[in-house]
């Protein structure tokens, strides 16, 4: 099975500031990375597919980015609703694995 | 608007078995792979199984592999998951998503989930 990495497991920041994720697959998977966003409570909501295509919906402050093995999410201002945990997903191989996830909390 | 609404969770006991559903409403279902998904409390995302259009294709992790069964109506418009043989690190929420792409294993929409807990 392909293992999915994320790092930090979690992260503090402040409203406005610019938070980046990195996700890391154990071997090559192209572009077949999807990330997702938690909150306490609630069914995951799909943010980006295929690494950087942002799902319908999904705010521009939304990127993604990477290829092969190694891959960021980007919110580009951090607001109070983005508070949450984020998982990536790998779909190129079976069987689909995902991150452990990071939370992002406020500081 | 896609919907996606699971039911048939609850308390069994180790060994026993239990059916969830998911229907499905906002799209033409029999043109989307479906995926069962779950997460067992305070813990991350586990993809289960996955079931093609048709039925033809069915994917299954090693660890419900035999033990748990996907099936769909699409005249229904309906997915469900058998699980039998349950353990108490079955215990987790579980999610039906709609499948896109070629494998179809990344879920663009997800339903709400269904708490299915197993205990004596």
């Known amino acids: 099975d392909i293992q999915m990495t994320q790092s930090p497991s979690s992260l503090s920041a402040s409203v406005g500031d610019r938070v980046t994720i990195t996700c890391r697959a154990s071997?090559?998977?192209?572009?077949?990375l999807a990330w997702f966003q938690q909150k306490p409570g609630k069914a995951p909501k799909s943010l980006i597919y295929a690494a950087s295509s942002l799902q319908s919906g999904v705010p521009s402050k939304f990127s993604g980015s990477g290829s092969g093995t190694d891959f960021t999410l980007t919110i580009s201002s951090l607001q109070p609703e983005d508070f949450a945990t984020y998982y990536c997903?790998?779909?190129?191989?079976?069987?689909?694995?995902f991150g452990p996830g990071t939370k992002v909390d406020i500081k | 608007e896609v919907q996606l609404v699971e039911s048939g969770g609850g308390l069994v006991k180790p060994g026993g078995s239990l059916r969830l559903s998911c229907a499905a409403s906002g799209f033409i279902f029999s043109n989307y792979i479906m995926n069962w998904v779950r997460q067992a409390p305070g813990k991350g995302l586990e993809w289960l199984s996955s079931i093609s259009t048709g039925s033809n294709y069915i994917f299954y992790a090693d660890s419900v592999k035999g033990r748990f069964t996907i099936s769909r109506d699409n005249a229904k418009n309906s997915l469900y998951l058998q699980m039998n043989s349950l353990r108490a690190d079955d215990t987790a929420v579980y999610y039906c998503t709609r499948g896109l792409g070629s494998s179809g294993w990344y879920g663009d929409y997800w339903g709400q989930g269904t708490l299915v807990t197993v205990s004596s």
């Open positions: 071997q090559g998977i192209s572009n077949y």
């Open positions: 997903q790998q779909y190129n191989n079976y069987p689909p694995t």
